[in-house]
């Protein structure tokens, strides 16, 4: 089993800047991808980054890049997703979640470990 802890969520004013963390536990790091999900109301689950904890270019979503930046650390076992030029669009729940880096498979339901969530409310 994996658990995954995310922190950072909150409200900000549009064009402000956020840091999202997770804290990954209960399985060997490296052997993880774990991305950034992201849901909003009436919406579908949309996967906005990922990154391999072996190393490898992160993916971003189009609606992201140049906004956003990915990163994990492996002392700490965390990956955390940078979030600037914030707009009303990126208000949702955002949780982390993870898979085996061998799972070929792409999406959000890919994904089979995920935490609990925690809310970004983008305001304009």
């Known amino acids: 089993q994996v658990q995954l802890v995310e922190s950072g969520g909150g409200a900000v004013q549009a064009g402000g800047s956020l840091r999202l963390s997770c804290v990954v536990s209960?399985?060997?790091?490296?052997?993880?991808?774990v991305a950034w999900i992201r849901q909003a109301p009436g919406k579908e689950r949309e996967l906005v980054a990922a990154?391999?904890?072996?190393?490898?270019?992160?993916y971003y979503e189009d609606s992201v890049k140049g906004r956003f930046s990915v990163a994990r650390d492996l002392a700490k076992n965390s990956v955390y997703l940078n979030m600037n030029s914030l707009n009303s669009e990126d208000t949702a729940v955002y949780y982390c979640?993870?898979?085996?880096?061998?799972?070929?498979?792409?999406?959000?339901?890919?994904?089979?470990?995920w935490g609990q969530g925690t809310q970004v409310t983008v305001s304009s």
């Open positions: 209960g399985r060997a790091f490296a052997l993880l991808t």
């Open positions: 990154i391999s904890a072996a190393g490898g270019s992160p």
């Open positions: 979640a993870a898979k085996s880096r061998f799972e070929s498979k792409r999406g959000p339901s890919a994904y089979n470990f």
